[in-house]
């Protein structure tokens, strides 16, 4: 397969849909079209399975992602890195964050990461909820520090940096911000606000519960797009969410409120990397970041 021909393959692989990919690549839905049967017929099978609604990964498709998908990021790496040292700089590091405190871990980290490894710099960026993986997926970055658990192809879990109990953030005026806790049954008396296009699962099952411990139904509010978001719309009384506690100190203001969870599990926070042996750099900068965060659990 071509280059071309394999990022056309894995971006629609990743969205599912033959015109955002298209527009993704700057190609026409008949070009995508084309390339997906080329490879289909040179593998006497079909990649996806198409109706007039959905595409989806057939079983070799979903074989042949998870095989390229990690090819893909290390050419990707290689050419940067060579790039870099045609230009006379050493390199640079990517790393993406959903929550303040995690980027803040990131910007902390950096420094000693510069003392050991000089004419590197570390780049942090923040990831949405409307493509909260595909930054990773697509090389874009090397590291993400993301609510665990995630089970995602493509990409392995490292170590946990943070475990912290959880709260509901909720509208200052709904009866249960005048109680000192709330319990997991108390959720069906509120709409939890959904995360953007974070497809079911895992991390989903655990932050946006649909039922109560005793099978309560637990009603929906409207999604968002990045954390800025939910404490707007909590504040103009659409709905309620499931955060760290530390979450007040960042997202305190008018019309919210913040009610401890006595029960549930914790709120986790771990290092996200692509399937792979890391590079040597990536592998210091997340020892540096779980140094780093036993030592603040430490305090």
Known sequence: MELRDIEIFLTLAEELHFGRTAERLHITPSRVSHVIKKQERRFGAPLFARTSRTVRLTPLGEELRDELLPAQQRIRRALERATAQGRGTAGELYAGYTAPWCAELLLRAAEPFRDRYPGWSVRTREVSFSDPYGPLLRGELQLHIAEFPVIEPGMSAGPVLFREPRALMLPAGHPLAAGASASMEDLAQVSLIGL?????????????????PLGRPIPRGPSCTSWHEIPVLVAAGFGASIVGVRAAEYHARPGVAF????????????????VGEPEPQVAAFVDLLRTLADAERAR
């Open 259 to 274: 009610v401890p969870l006595r029960d549930g599990p914790t709120m986790d926070y771990g290092v996200l990397l692509p």
């Open 196 to 212: 953007g296009n974070i497809r079911p699962g895992p991390v989903v099952d655990r932050h946006i519960p649909e039922r109560t």
